[in-house]
């Protein structure tokens, strides 16, 4: 089983390293994105979703799956960050 990464870092971290620079209104443009949308990944502030990917994977010749279970991966690190309720087994 792989090891998991506790904190990994958002994905719009790792596109602006794609990115250099590149303008992003540039970007936004050539993927049909606004630009507000990309400066929201780029900073953090928004998740990349399943089609965001395939916009990413097109443009920078990367797999889907590179962008979206980066996403994946921080999410559930996030998540398991946060105190849960204890929660049993369901009977069935």
Same mark, same amino acid.
């Given at each position: 089983?792989?090891? +998991? %990464?506790?904190?990994?870092?958002?994905?719009?971290?790792?596109?602006? +390293? $794609?990115?250099? #620079? %590149?303008?992003?209104?540039?970007?936004? @443009?050539?993927?049909?994105?606004?630009?507000?949308?990309?400066? @929201? &990944?780029?900073?953090?502030?928004?998740? &990349?979703?399943? +089609?965001?990917?395939?916009? *990413?994977?097109?443009? *920078?010749?990367?797999?889907?799956?590179?962008?979206? #279970? %980066?996403?994946?991966? $921080? +999410?559930?690190? =996030?998540?398991?960050? =946060?105190?849960?309720?204890? &929660?049993?087994? *369901?009977?069935?």
């Amino acid at each position: 089983m792989p090891t +998991e %990464m506790y904190n990994p870092a958002h994905p719009g971290r790792v596109l602006r +390293e $794609y990115l250099k #620079d %590149m303008n992003v209104t540039h970007v936004a @443009k050539h993927i049909g994105v606004s630009r507000v949308m990309l400066s @929201k &990944i780029l900073n953090s502030r928004a998740g &990349i979703t399943a +089609e965001m990917s395939l916009r *990413l994977s097109a443009a *920078l010749g990367t797999n889907p799956s590179f962008w979206w #279970d %980066m996403q994946t991966n $921080y +999410e559930f690190a =996030k998540a398991r960050r =946060k105190k849960l309720p204890k &929660i049993g087994r *369901l009977a069935a």
